[in-house]
Nanobody
């Protein structure tokens, strides 16, 4: 069955970096758009970034445009979110979304 497993979250410092991974199984990743979302405590789920099936097209929410980079490796069935210049407001649970499936999320906490 389709499985999405996010990893790479943890504690980051303002201005620091983290790289999230979304490992997939149960289907062939190539050919499908992938999205990252995040949800801060007490807030709704927010779209962060998208990447097309081949990786040639990427889109970002204005709040992360520039510091964040989404990428994918279809051979490894994995999608990444490189998060640079972290801000306190980047603190959230981060989820990948593919084919109407959600992963369990990985927590990112940015703190001094």
């Amino acid at each position: 069955q389709v499985q999405l497993v996010e990893s790479g979250g943890g504690l980051g410092q303002p201005g620091g970096s983290l790289r999230l991974s979304c490992s997939t199984s149960g289907f062939t990743l190539g050919g499908y758009e992938v999205k990252w979302y995040r949800q801060a405590t007490g807030k709704g789920r927010e779209w962060v970034a998208s990447i097309s099936d081949t990786g040639s097209i990427t889109r970002y929410a204005d709040s992360v445009k520039g510091p964040f980079t989404i990428s994918r490796d279809n051979f490894k069935n994995t999608v990444y979110l490189q998060m640079n210049s972290l801000k306190l407001e980047d603190t959230a649970q981060y989820y990948c979304y593919i084919l109407n499936y959600w992963g369990q999320g990985t927590q990112v906490t940015v703190s001094t």
